[in-house]
C-alpha cells in the first residue's frame, strides 16, 4: 500500500499529479455514497478504521493519505 502522510487533503496526487485525490468514507455507505462513488468523488474504505486508517486517496492512481498532526 503507497500511504503517504500529509498535514491536510492534497490538492493534487504527489505521485500522478491528477486532481483526484478524495474523502475515503469508512462504515456503512449510503445510496448518496455510492452515487459518489460511482462518479469518482469518494472512496470507500471499509467498516474498520485505526489509527493507521488513510483519510484520502487518488482515484487515478490509488495512492493513500494519512493526516499527520
Not at 503507497?2 to 498535514?7: A, R
Not at 490538492?11 to 491528477?18: A, E, I
Not at 474523502?23 to 489509527?51: D, R
Request: a positive charge.
Amino acid at each position: 500500500m503507497n500511504l503517504i502522510k500529509v498535514t491536510s487533503k492534497p490538492r493534487k496526487c504527489h505521485k500522478c499529479g491528477k486532481t483526484t485525490v478524495v474523502k475515503i468514507l469508512y462504515g456503512m455507505p449510503t445510496e448518496e455514497a455510492f452515487k459518489l462513488l460511482e462518479q469518482e468523488k469518494l472512496v470507500i474504505g471499509g467498516c474498520c478504521i485505526t489509527e493507521k486508517s488513510p483519510d484520502w486517496a487518488c482515484t487515478n492512481c490509488k495512492v493513500e493519505y494519512i493526516k499527520v498532526k
